[in-house]
T-cell receptor
């Protein structure tokens, strides 16, 4: 059964700092990995999607990497801003087993960027 | 423009009183999903529709049902809500199942049980 773990559970940084969020998964049979942002009381906003054949994706100040063989992904946020404060979730789309085609989520990292 | 729309944003119901949550999409996607997310937890898939085919997760309680009358709409029915059903309910869509298709989420409905 696929398990997704995110470290750290919470992170507090001063504005302007570069930071890295980590995600690991136990089963490398995946189609892709997505990073989502969730603001309090809101739904999920997709930030980046990396296909299993890709190594990284970039969008603005965000860069996500994927090492499928080792079951790891990182989300790098450059020059953090208070508006980046949110919960960041990673999720994999499973390519096998009973969870075929379905997302398995991590528990999320709560990010706080203080001025 | 919102592509996956959930109504209402907030729903309050009484213990045991049936409640229906609504989701609509303008993406014409084949697959619609319902997730339950409790406080500080990861979203948990309840079921999904691939077109008209309903797929229930093995651990989804019988109390939870779903309807998809057409491509655009999908409903989540909770027949007899208990206090443990208070959560955020998220609807998502994807063009197809798996095969690298991203899921698009709505803003969710927060359900409270009195």
């Amino acid at each position: 059964k696929q398990e997704v773990t995110q470290i750290p559970a919470a992170l507090s940084v001063p504005e302007g700092e570069n930071l890295v969020l980590n995600c690991s998964f136990t089963d490398s049979a995946i189609y892709n990995l997505q990073w989502f942002r969730q603001d309090p009381g809101k739904g999920l906003t997709s930030l980046l999607l990396i296909q299993s054949s890709q190594r990284e994706q970039t969008s603005g100040r965000l860069n996500a990497s994927l090492d499928k063989s080792s079951g790891r992904s990182t989300l790098y946020i450059a020059a953090s801003q208070p508006g980046d404060s949110a919960t960041y979730l990673c999720a994999v789309t499973n390519a096998g087993g009973t969870s075929y085609g379905k997302l398995t989520f991590g528990q999320g990292t709560i990010l706080t960027v203080h001025p | 423009d919102a592509m996956v729309i959930q109504n209402p944003r907030y729903q309050v119901t009484q213990f045991g009183k049936p409640v229906t949550l609504s989701c609509s999409q303008t993406l014409n996607h084949n697959v619609m999903y319902w997730y339950q997310q409790k406080s500080s937890q990861a979203p948990k898939l309840l079921f999904h529709y691939y077109d008209k085919d309903f797929n229930n997760e093995a651990d989804t309680p019988d109390n939870f049902q779903s309807r998809r009358p057409n491509t655009s709409f999908c409903f989540l029915d909770i027949r007899s809500p208990g206090l443990g059903d208070a959560a955020m309910y998220l609807c998502a869509t994807s063009r197809d199942l798996g095969v690298g298709q991203p899921q698009h989420f709505g803003d969710g409905t927060r359900l409270s049980i009195l």
